[in-house]
């Protein structure tokens, strides 16, 4: 397929859209956040540990209303406060399904969606992206954080959600987002792609990794670009970020600047490592790769980044 030049230009990422007022301030207000709850228009999103649940039939709407919440067996005890929208005033919460995918399948009532398909598909507006983000984080936390992890006593949400209090050592749990650092390191006329092996076939991307305690967002670049490459980095530069919530990640995109060129590849993260001049890339971009190398989709950041490097926009 030959990509028509509207088409090479970079379009938003997802997750960054998220418009929600979280009200932080009110979260420990019991009757306020109950009375949100109970009104007609407020919409909760459902969620599995990896899916997000939803009505089938007319118009996709990201969340249900109480009642049918609650006929679907809901989680009502521990609903999570997402916020309000700004534009009509309507409460948004979050709360789990105790049950499998397989199992809520069967329902023909109901499309069960991964929100990596959603936000491929652009099948809900910015806004509505972001908040699907914000709930799939915070109920993936939850599912996931159950048990005090200093006394091991089950833990009891809290704050409309966003801690969990244990009643038997009153330790306070926090839910997590993990930053991870994510760059394009050029040497001026090429940039540095990876394979890892767990995306589709063809795709590369550029290097990323999990930030570790203790290092600045530069440390981090140039750990991971060795571990994965060998390619030393002099100059880093953070330039955007973007929730990435599979399942809590914070994506620190960076352009880093190669002070080697030598690649060697000393862990497994990556199945094959190459310097790329634009020409490749472009052809990457366009689909005409001889070998059928890609750049990933467009949602991500490392798409921002390769066309960002591909444009002299960064
Ligand atoms: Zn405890």
Same mark, same amino acid.
């Given at each position: 397929?030959?990509?028509?030049?509207?088409?090479?230009?970079?379009?938003?990422?997802?997750?960054?859209?998220?418009?929600?007022?979280?009200?932080?301030?009110?979260?420990?207000?019991?009757?306020?956040?109950?009375?949100?709850?109970?009104?007609?228009?407020?919409?909760?999103?459902?969620?599995?540990?990896?899916?997000?649940?939803?009505?089938?039939?007319?118009?996709?709407?990201?969340?249900?209303?109480?009642?049918?919440?609650?006929?679907?067996?809901?989680?009502?005890?521990?609903?999570?406060f997402l916020g309000i929208r700004p534009e009509?005033?309507?409460?948004?919460?979050?709360?789990?399904?105790?049950?499998?995918?397989?199992?809520?399948?069967?329902?023909?009532?109901?499309?069960?969606? %991964?929100?990596?398909?959603?936000? *491929?598909? +652009?099948?809900?507006?910015?806004?509505? @992206? &972001?908040?699907? !983000?914000?709930?799939?984080?915070?109920?993936?936390?939850?599912?996931?954080?159950?048990?005090?992890?200093?006394?091991?006593?089950?833990?009891?949400?809290?704050?409309?959600?966003?801690?969990?209090?244990c009643p038997s050592c009153s330790a306070p749990?926090?839910?997590?987002? %993990?930053?991870?650092?994510?760059? *394009?390191? +050029?040497?001026?006329?090429?940039?540095? @792609? &990876?394979?890892? !092996?767990?995306?589709?076939?063809?795709?590369?991307?550029?290097?990323a990794g999990f930030m570790e305690p203790g290092?600045?967002?530069?440390?981090?670049?140039?750990?991971?670009?060795?571990?994965?490459?060998?390619?030393?980095?002099?100059?880093?530069?953070?330039?955007?970020?973007?929730?990435?919530?599979?399942?809590?990640?914070?994506?620190?995109?960076?352009?880093?600047?190669?002070?080697?060129?030598?690649?060697?590849?000393?862990?497994?993260?990556?199945?094959?490592?190459?310097?790329?001049?634009?020409?490749?890339?472009?052809?990457?971009?366009?689909?005409?790769?001889?070998?059928?190398?890609?750049?990933?989709?467009?949602?991500?950041?490392?798409?921002?980044?390769?066309?960002?490097?591909?444009?002299?926009?960064?």
């Amino acid at each position: 397929m030959q990509a028509s030049a509207a088409s090479l230009q970079a379009m938003e990422m997802s997750f960054l859209g998220n418009t929600l007022d979280r009200q932080s301030t009110r979260r420990d207000d019991k009757p306020y956040i109950a009375d949100l709850l109970s009104r007609p228009e407020t919409e909760i999103v459902l969620s599995t540990d990896r899916t997000l649940v939803f009505s089938a039939g007319s118009e996709l709407k990201i969340g249900h209303d109480l009642e049918a919440a609650k006929s679907l067996g809901a989680n009502t005890e521990e609903m999570v406060f997402l916020g309000i929208r700004p534009e009509t005033g309507q409460a948004l919460f979050a709360t789990t399904l105790p049950h499998s995918d397989e199992d809520l399948e069967q329902n023909q009532d109901l499309q069960i969606l %991964d929100l990596r398909t959603l936000a *491929l598909q +652009s099948t809900f507006n910015p806004q509505d @992206l &972001g908040a699907l !983000a914000q709930a799939r984080a915070l109920i993936h936390w939850h599912r996931t954080h159950l048990f005090c992890s200093q006394c091991g006593v089950k833990s009891e949400m809290a704050e409309a959600g966003y801690r969990r209090d244990c009643p038997s050592c009153s330790a306070p749990h926090f839910p997590r987002t %993990d930053p991870c650092v994510i760059m *394009l390191i +050029s040497d001026g006329d090429r940039a540095l @792609l &990876g394979r890892p !092996a767990r995306l589709p076939e063809g795709i590369y991307t550029t290097l990323a990794g999990f930030m570790e305690p203790g290092e600045t967002i530069e440390q981090a670049v140039r750990r991971e670009c060795m571990e994965e490459s060998g390619i030393e980095v002099g100059e880093v530069r953070l330039i955007s970020n973007q929730p990435w919530p599979f399942p809590a990640n914070l994506m620190l995109g960076c352009v880093g600047k190669a002070t080697s060129r030598d690649i060697e590849i000393e862990d497994d993260e990556l199945e094959d490592c190459k310097w790329c001049d634009r020409d490749e890339v472009l052809k990457m971009v366009k689909d005409t790769h001889p070998e059928g190398h890609k750049i990933p989709p467009s949602i991500s950041i490392a798409y921002e980044l390769i066309m960002g490097w591909l444009e002299n926009r960064i």
